[in-house]
């Protein structure tokens, strides 16, 4: 720019002319020049962010790093906390539904207090306000129905319908209703039903067999007159019957108090005795926990124990031939010796 101007002033350029030609390039020159300032102090400012971030120490740098992982923690916190809220509800409502219950007529060395006591932590059956159980009364039908709606919590198989001569008031209604669609139990033809009647052990079965559908033996281990070969009543079983009744030994159901090999089919159901079928065929549809009882009918362990007492017999009577065939001959012998004697 010096030299444009000293060249003009040698050539006879007029100051005035100068200034004209010079004005407009200096300010085009100024302007380029703030222009140009902000960009590079952008770029300065950049160069130096960049400058520092490369000298920051390493720990500062970490937890930059932290600070994003802390975001993600967070949101993985969250996740853990829906999924623990989750499992904890599903254990409290387990828990709720398990109480310790303890009947004034139930000791601990009863036959039947381990199938009452299981069942009523679990609310499938309940004893009086005077906290008794009862367990030697004859069970009522409405009671029976009680049990079962609670015990399987079956999918309906018919209609609800109106039982005529119940009243909606009575306290097991409900029940009686629901065992009914569940088909538990059945009404007369005109719709009726007794719910204080009590049930005979062969009622009691082929109901609960056949709701269950537990009316075929599956086993090809045994024939059905097999199974029922264990019970010193089998013949009194109705033969239109027989097949369930092995179906039930068959899954474990049948609990015989006081004799293990006795049905009693026609007498009258406890409520100790519908407690420990009901128990043990929730256990057979892996509803509970196998428990052992002496009571419980298992064919397989009774035919091992047929097995084992016939050969022990066979060794007995083997035992005993010999040894009174030594004594036979010491008392010829004593024989011979008096007549040598006279």
């Known amino acids: 720019m010096g030299q444009l101007f000293y060249r003009l002033l040698l050539n006879g350029t007029s100051l005035a002319t100068l200034v004209a030609v010079v004005a407009p390039l200096m300010t085009a020159l100024t302007a380029l020049t703030f222009t140009a300032q902000p960009a590079s102090a952008a770029t300065l400012t950049a160069d130096a962010d960049a400058t520092q971030l490369a000298e920051l120490p390493d720990q500062q740098l970490k937890d930059d790093d932290d600070d994003d992982d802390d975001d993600d923690d967070d949101d993985d916190k969250t996740e853990h906390q829906e999924t623990r809220e989750s499992t904890t509800t599903t254990t409290t409502t387990t828990t709720t539904t398990v109480t310790q219950v303890t009947y004034t007529d139930v000791t601990t060395d009863y036959w039947a207090s381990e199938f009452i006591y299981r069942l009523a932590s679990i609310d499938i059956v309940s004893g009086y306000p005077d906290g008794e159980f009862l367990p030697n009364t004859y069970l009522t039908k409405a009671h029976y129905a009680a049990m079962v709606t609670k015990a ?77 070969s264990v019970f010193t009543d089998a013949d009194t079983i109705p033969t239109e019957y027989r097949v369930i009744i092995a179906a039930l030994v068959e899954k474990g159901v049948i609990v015989n108090y006081p004799t293990l090999t006795r049905l009693n089919l026609f007498e009258r159901v406890t409520r100790a005795e519908a407690s420990s079928f009901i128990y043990q065929a929730m256990a057979s549809k892996s509803l509970v926990e196998t428990i052992y009882s002496e009571y419980i009918v298992d064919v397989v362990g009774l035919f091992e124990e047929t097995t084992t007492t016939t050969e022990t017999t066979v060794e007995t009577e083997t035992t005993t031939d010999v040894t009174v065939s030594g004594d036979d001959d010491d008392d010829d012998d004593d024989d011979d010796d008096d007549d040598d004697g006279d």
């Open 152 to 228: 399987f919590n079956k999918r309906a198989v018919r209609e609800t319908v109106n039982i005529r001569n119940v009243s909606q008031f009575y306290w097991a209604y409900n029940a009686l209703e629901a065992a009914y669609a569940q088909g538990f139990i059945d009404l007369t033809p005109d719709n009726t039903f007794d719910p204080e009647a009590n049930m005979t052990k062969l009622e009691f079965f082929v109901m609960l067999a056949q709701a269950l559908d537990y009316t075929e033996v599956t086993s090809t281990t045994y024939t059905v007159e097999e199974l029922l």
